[in-house]
């Protein structure tokens, strides 16, 4: 039986986690203010948009449904922000894992089997439906994106005095009958290592926030000036491992799902995790086994990708060959992808990529 305790530290160490996935996806991606050269310097451009992240947690098992940023520039569209995107994205997730059955109306499922659950306890704000983590205390557009989905829980991390606050009114007015929940960060009232590092990076960046809002910096772009507390953030996660949580059982297998997704999706190791140590040396054994099996690819398939007809040019069994094809289908700049195909050293991260098939 889990006592009040166990639910305010496993939701302290979930919050905790994403808070520092949040911020070492914004070290990672960090998209640096660009100053206008005409003039404009109140409001610097980015190139691929607003340093804004979210991401969706499956509160069921702890999977990070997923991870993405605000891409209003790259998209020049209004309407790609972070939030915005990462549900469509988890939506996408959660068809794949927890298909409509036939038996279900499509309206039924996206109201209450996509991100949401009846419960009214502390704990079914925890285990049921999904949460959503944002930098940014959403905008009225995301407000209400995330209460037509019915996310069960919404998290911000920092307040926006400008666009802020609609959730609450929207809710009120639209959504009332739902067990819905919304708030900011806070990691005050559980206690572990890993939660009160967090907890004091985010009263440092706080603080930041405070100074900047006395000069006037617009909330939106508060991020843009706290790329060292970012790196402090980044560098802690990637020490993070599983060993470090404190949460028992259930609680903590799903925190570990939480954390392990967090890693992969930033490209971090998980440095000194029980599992990476057991599978390391399998790895490097496989990795050495593919390697002759790959550059046979590389030679033979280049022309494959480089659009060339296949009957004539490969040679290869029709796994290997099959292989090269799933690249060139990769992405749509599958001609660069070809051309880098014939670099040594890129032959390696093609050979990272093909590693699940290799197996
Ligand atoms: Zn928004």
């Not at 404009?40 to 940023?69: K, M, R």
């Not at 499509?106 to 999904?130: C, M, T, W």
Request: aromatic share 8%; with cysteine; hydrophobic share 40%.
């Amino acid at each position: 039986m889990k006592t009040p305790k166990d639910h305010a530290l496993f939701r302290a160490e979930r919050d905790a986690l994403a808070f520092l996935g949040l911020l070492s996806s914004l070290y990672l991606r960090f998209d640096p203010p660009i100053s206008s050269p005409i003039g404009n310097q109140s409001q610097p451009t980015h190139f691929h948009g607003l340093n804004v992240h979210a991401l969706v947690i499956d509160n069921a098992d702890g999977e990070v449904l997923a991870l993405e940023q605000n891409q209003i520039h790259a998209h020049q569209s209004p309407v790609e922000h972070g939030e915005q995107r990462v549900l469509r994205a988890a939506i996408a997730r959660v068809g794949e894992k927890r298909p409509r059955g036939s038996a279900t109306t499509v309206e039924d499922y996206y109201r209450s089997q996509l991100f949401y659950g009846d419960g009214l306890e502390e704990a079914d704000f925890l285990n049921e439906g999904a949460t959503i983590y944002t930098t940014l205390e959403p905008c009225p557009m995301c407000a209400t994106t995330i209460l037509v989905c019915r996310v069960k829980r919404a998290v911000f991390l920092l307040q926006d005095h400008t666009y802020g606050g609609a959730w609450i009114t929207i809710k009120k007015t639209f959504y009332d009958k739902y067990n819905l929940t919304y708030g900011q960060l806070d990691l005050s009232n559980a206690k572990s290592p890993l939660i009160q590092r967090a907890h004091d990076i985010n009263r440092a960046i706080g603080q930041k926030v405070e100074n900047l809002h006395g000069q006037n910096v617009i909330d939106t772009l508060f991020f843009d000036h706290l790329a060292g507390d970012l790196q402090v953030a980044f560098q802690f996660f990637c020490g993070v491992t599983v060993g470090d949580l404190a949460t028992k059982g259930a609680h903590n297998t799903a925190n570990s799902r939480t954390l392990r997704d967090l890693k992969r999706m930033c490209n971090v190791p998980a440095a000194n995790s029980v599992q990476s140590q057991a599978r390391r040396p399998l790895r490097s054994a496989l990795a050495f086994a593919r390697w002759p099996y790959v550059s046979m690819a590389r030679f033979s398939c280049s022309y494959v990708l480089n659009g060339a007809a296949r009957s004539r040019r490969c040679t290869l069994a029709p796994r290997a060959c099959g292989m090269a094809k799933s690249i060139s289908q990769m992405s749509p700049q599958n001609t660069v992808f070809g051309n880098r195909v014939k670099s040594p050293l890129n032959t390696r991260l093609i050979a990272s990529k093909y590693a699940p098939r290799l197996r």
